[in-house]
Structure formats: C-alpha cells, structure tokens
Nanobody, 122 residues
C-alpha cells in the first residue's frame, strides 16, 4: 500500500519560512518524479515545482522561483519543499504527487497525499 503524507503546513507571517515534508511509504522514491502542487480556495490546483529523475531536473512555477526549493532524501524516502519569503498569495493547500513506473504493467501510477494547509497572514 503506497502512502504519501504531507506535513509542515502552518500559519506564518509574510516574509516567513516553512518546510513542508512529503513522507512516502510503500515504494522507493528513487526513479520517481515528484511534484508539489497547491490549491488555493476557489482556484484550480497549480504546479509549484517538479523534480525529475535527477536532482538538477527541476522546474519551478515563476511565482515561486528564487523562494522555494525542492529536495529529497532517498534514505528517509521524503521529499521536502523549503519555502522562504512567503507571501499572502502562497496561501493554499499543498499536495505532493509521486509517479511510479510499474514495469510489470508498462504504465505509470499516480500517487497523491492528502495535502497540508499553508496560511500566510499577518
């Protein structure tokens, strides 16, 4: 059973920092592309950052470039999202997505966490 559990969301003031974690169980992170998404109230889910097969294969949304950093720890099977200089517009539920290639079926499986709330407010 594959599980993704996000944590680290909180209420933070503008300019503050948070580190979100996505703990993965049931499959190894190595070889799995990972993406953080977010969804603000009343808005569609949007991509925040994608991390491909190698650590230099990252793609950030323009709105978070220079402020957010994705990383992963294969030993702990955790993906992190370091968020600095947070702004009001970063308020959203943040979701972790992991794709895993199932060789026996020759197809990709998509896994999601339940989300963690980030609120930026003064």
């Amino acid at each position: 059973q594959v599980q993704l559990v996000e944590s680290g969301g909180s209420l933070v003031q503008p300019g503050g920092s948070l580190r979100l974690s996505c703990t993965v169980s049931g499959l190894p992170l190595s070889g799995c592309p990972v993406t953080w998404y977010r969804q603000a109230l009343g808005k569609e889910r949007e991509l925040v950052v994608h991390l491909g097969f190698t650590d230099d294969a990252t793609s950030y949304a323009d709105s978070v470039k220079g402020r957010f950093t994705i990383s992963r720890d294969f030993g702990k099977n955790v993906v992190y999202l370091q968020m600095n200089n947070l702004k009001f517009e970063d308020t959203a539920v943040y979701f972790c997505n992991v794709k895993h290639y199932a060789t026996e079926r020759d197809e990709w499986d998509d896994y999601w966490g339940q989300g963690t709330q980030v609120t930026v407010s003064s």
